[in-house]
């Protein structure tokens, strides 16, 4: 996986490169079935100029889908936690897109037999 970190008014922290690192390291985990190069991860940490607030912006590229999630916070770790989070959701959803699983549940919904009173 490639893997880009952008700071925007704010100095690299390690703490949070530290963080950084087992959380790509989960997604990675959820993809491996894709090739390396085929993935790209963005990382965008931004503070506000004027307040002690912090966005996380996630941008992940796969083969046919573009995936982002987004937070905010007054901690950097809290949002960072909470975007992947949200990034590991959207990431599980299209791997059962692409496995077609959301046929079965549908198929699944419609076999069940009505109750009649």
């Known amino acids: 996986m490639i893997c880009n970190i952008f700071y ?3 100095e690299p922290m390690p703490q949070v490169e530290a963080m950084l ?3 790509v390291s989960k997604v990675e985990e959820l993809l491996s079935s ?3 190069d085929t993935i790209r ?9 004027r307040r002690e ?3 996380v912006s996630l941008t992940l590229a796969v083969p046919k889908k573009t995936l982002r999630a987004k937070d905010e916070g007054f901690d950097a770790f809290n949002a960072m936690n909470l975007a992947f989070d949200e990034l590991l959701r959207e990431v599980k959803k299209f791997k059962d897109m692409m496995k077609k699983e ?3 549940k549908i198929r699944r919904a419609e076999k069940k037999p009505r109750k009649t009173e």
């Open 8 to 10: 925007k008014n704010l």
């Open 21 to 23: 690192e087992k959380k």
């Open 34 to 36: 894709f090739d390396d």
């Open 41 to 49: 991860l963005e990382v965008t940490f931004e503070k506000q100029a």
């Open 53 to 55: 607030e912090y966005y």
């Open 102 to 104: 959301h046929t079965y």
